[in-house]
């Protein structure tokens, strides 16, 4: 490697760690849930279906802002050989369902709901990588096809749940979802299997120390199709050792710029200031989640979808808004402050047939969910016993003590509490399938407001 500056190194290597950012940290939810067998976190082997059949809570610790709407249908495809078929199940009761797949970079190739496929009936599709040359057999003639930038996919698949009781109805739908490899559904020879590969481990906290981060990112660049446009961008990183296969050391000439830039990437992410309505920030103007094509050049608001809220779907699937300060600039902080957030009769977000909302609560810095007395972790249209007042209007009490008031407890959303917890937390207001305008951004949440003086608790 060409020696270097201090300033040229840190240069580089922030520029960078802002573009692999997503690309480690979708490397570290596949190192645990299916490359690495015996971790606690595995959930199944690659290109087989793994299921959550309990809903999610606070010691979920894999996906930054997990929902608690729906359980999860996980599967890694490996692409390398062949490419496979995705089978979704008919579901009769059209509750909301999607199967999301997500490319190396986090960018969304496809999401299979009933919105894109017109149906609730069962439904299949072909994913391929971005090296198979082969053509479609004549059974599968007018199958969706989706050609991925990745060697291997995240198919990320969420269910809705009505609740505990309405697991076993999920349980049910969740058996259906299947992958099956070309050649064995259209039943031909395989190909020769891929070689086998040594998977770099990743520590599971963050931030990723630098030397691992760039490691894995070399890694993980061998399984990505590279646009054009962007080889001068790599040909660039290269001058610090980061490139496609790339033995990545921190040589001493050039570590303080390369662990410097490092950390000036981090406080990018950090210090991201999204625009900002009644306190909320929304993904879907412009988008923080998307294909390819929308999120084209835009490697900073890439790399922010996947520091606060990893693998988000297309604003037209489904819009989040997210808080950390009220209204007036301040941090949420529930260790000085009790919150509200009333929503009227005519503020309640217009979702289509089958969609819904809920607002989910995390603790700060890890953006999980918060341990509380009575197991809820988000509230919104489905949650059982809420209370409307006559005019129908909806508040939803927000702070770390359980209220005493009995109105008050069957709306109260539980934020966190000294000392387990800092007192920082975020909201995220999700939509699933949104009316128009709210893909417009027309419709923004009411603010959540103080109930109560700094001080003021015991």
């Known amino acids: 490697m060409t020696a270097l500056g201090r300033s040229e190194a840190q240069e580089i290597a922030r520029d960078a760690y802002v573009f692999l950012y997503p690309v480690v940290e979708n490397y570290r939810v596949l190192f645990y849930q299916a490359a690495w067998r015996d971790s606690p976190r595995f959930v199944a082997p690659f290109n087989t279906f793994g299921h959550a059949t309990k809903l999610l809570d606070h010691r979920s610790e894999t996906i930054v802002s997990p929902n608690n709407d729906t359980l999860y249908s996980v599967a890694w495809l490996d692409l390398r050989a062949q490419p496979v078929v995705l089978c979704m199940p008919a579901v009769p009761d059209r509750r909301y369902y999607s199967v999301q797949l997500v490319d190396g970079y986090t960018h969304n190739v496809a999401i299979l709901s009933p919105r894109t496929t017109g149906s609730w009936e069962a439904t299949r599709c072909l994913v ?6 082969g053509c479609l057999p004549a059974e599968l003639r007018g199958i969706r096809v989706y050609e991925a930038d990745s060697e291997f996919v995240f198919a990320l698949g969420r269910t809705q749940v009505y609740g505990e ?12 979802y299947e992958v099956k490899l070309l050649s064995a559904l259209i039943g031909t020879v395989p190909p020769p299997n891929p070689p086998e590969v040594t998977y770099p481990p990743i520590m599971p906290g963050r931030p990723v120390e630098t030397e691992s981060f760039f490691a894995c990112a070399n890694f993980m660049l061998q399984y990505l199709h590279l646009d054009d446009e962007e080889l001068p961008m790599l040909k660039r990183f290269e001058r610090i050792g980061v490139g496609p296969g790339m033995d990545f050391n921190l040589q001493s000439d050039a570590r303080d710029g390369i662990c410097s830039g490092a950390i000036e990437a981090l406080d990018k992410l950090h210090s991201y200031i999204p625009a900002v309505r009644n306190g909320w920030s929304v993904n879907a103007s412009p988008p923080l989640f998307g294909t390819k094509e929308v999120m084209r050049g835009r490697y900073l608001s890439r790399a922010v979808a996947a520091h606060v809220a990893l693998y988000g779907l297309d604003p037209d699937e489904a819009v989040y808004y997210m808080s950390v300060e009220d209204v007036n600039g301040d941090h949420l902080d529930s260790s000085k402050y009790n919150y509200v957030l009333h929503i009227a009769a005519g503020q309640l977000p217009a979702v289509k047939p089958g969609g819904f909302w809920s607002v989910s609560m995390y603790h700060l810095p890890d953006r999980l969910l918060v341990r509380n007395a009575i197991g809820r972790y988000s509230i919104g249209d489905r949650t059982s016993g809420i209370t409307y007042t006559a005019d129908g209007s909806f508040t939803i009490f927000v702070q770390s003590q359980k209220p005493t008031r009995p109105d008050e407890l069957t709306n109260w959303l539980p934020a966190p509490y000294p000392p387990e917890y800092s007192g920082r937390f975020s909201l995220i207001f999700r939509l699933y399938w949104p009316d128009k305008k709210l893909s417009d951004s027309v ?16």
């Open 165 to 176: 009781e309405d697991l076993d109805n999920v349980r049910r739908i969740q058996s259906g």
């Open 443 to 458: 419709y923004v949440p009411p603010p959540v407001l103080k109930v109560c003086t700094e001080g003021s608790k015991l």
């Open 128 to 133: 391929m990588g971005p090296n198979w040359r």
